[in-house]
C-alpha cells in the first residue's frame, strides 16, 4: 500500500450520545428493605451499525441489565450508546472490524457511566459492568458467520 493511499485513510469519532435510555425498578420501595445485598445480574449486550451518509457511519451499542434479588425484579436498566464516526479509506472489511470492535471499544466506557450513573439515581449500588474485549468478541462473531456459510453450502 502506497504512503498516498495510507493518508487517504480516516477514522475519527464525530459525536457520541445516548440514543436510548430507561430505568425501571417495579418493587420499589419494598426492593431497598433487603437486608443483603446479593443481586443476580442477567446481561444482554448488543451492537448495531448503519450507514447514515458519504464515510458517516452510526454505531450503537446496547445494554440490558436485569438486576434480580430473591426472586423479585430489582431493576432493569437499558442503554443505548451511540457514536457517529467518519470511515473513509477502508475496505468492506475493515469497516466491518472499526464499526464492529473498534467502535464499540470507544461506546463501551460511556454506556458502562450512564449505566452507573441510573442504578444510583435509582437508589440502588453502582451497578459497574465488567470489561470487554470486544476485538475477540468481533472474531468469534466472524468465525461463527464463516462455520454458518459453510455449513449451509454443505447442505446444498
Known sequence: MSEEQEIKKQFAIQKLYVKDASFESPATPESFSFEQWKPKIDLNLTNKQRHVEGDLYEAVLCVTATVTHQDST???????????????????????????????????????????????????????????????????????????????????
Open 74 to 156: 430489582a431493576f432493569l436498566v437499558e442503554v443505548h450508546q451511540a457514536g457517529l464516526v467518519t470511515i473513509a479509506g477502508f475496505d468492506d472489511e475493515e469497516k466491518k472490524y472499526l464499526l464492529g470492535s473498534q467502535c464499540m471499544s470507544v461506546l463501551f466506557p460511556y454506556l458502562r457511566e450512564v449505566v452507573s450513573d441510573l442504578s444510583t439515581r435509582g437508589g440502588f449500588p453502582p451497578l459497574i459492568l465488567s470489561p470487554v474485549n470486544f476485538d475477540a468478541l468481533y472474531h468469534q462473531h466472524m468465525q461463527q458467520q464463516q462455520a454458518e456459510q459453510e455449513a449451509a453450502g454443505v447442505e446444498h
